[in-house]
């Protein structure tokens, strides 16, 4: 079985071989569960760092009955 990294390693591999650029990944999130990933350019062309933050993300469908305004019947 793969690992997160290497899953996102190959997802670029293949993006990089279709046309993309560096500037197009830069900044691309994947998330499993509450870990989010995050692929960063580098200056070397092709070459990308990988942030990961382990149980960082939060469920934004979780906040928006708290947080959204309630409409007021009229």
Do not use: H
């Not at 870990?35 to 062309?45: A, F, G, H, M, P």
Request: glycine fraction near 6%; charge should be negative.
């Amino acid at each position: 079985m793969l690992t997160n990294t290497e899953i996102i390693s190959s997802w670029i591999t293949e993006q990089l071989e279709v046309g993309k650029t560096d500037d197009e990944l830069d900044g691309k999130v994947f998330y499993e569960d509450d870990n989010v990933y995050t692929i960063k350019k580098t200056r070397r062309k092709n070459m990308f760092d990988l942030k990961c933050a382990f149980g960082g993300a939060v469920n934004l469908n979780t906040l928006k009955g708290k947080y959204e305004p309630i409409e007021e019947e009229m």
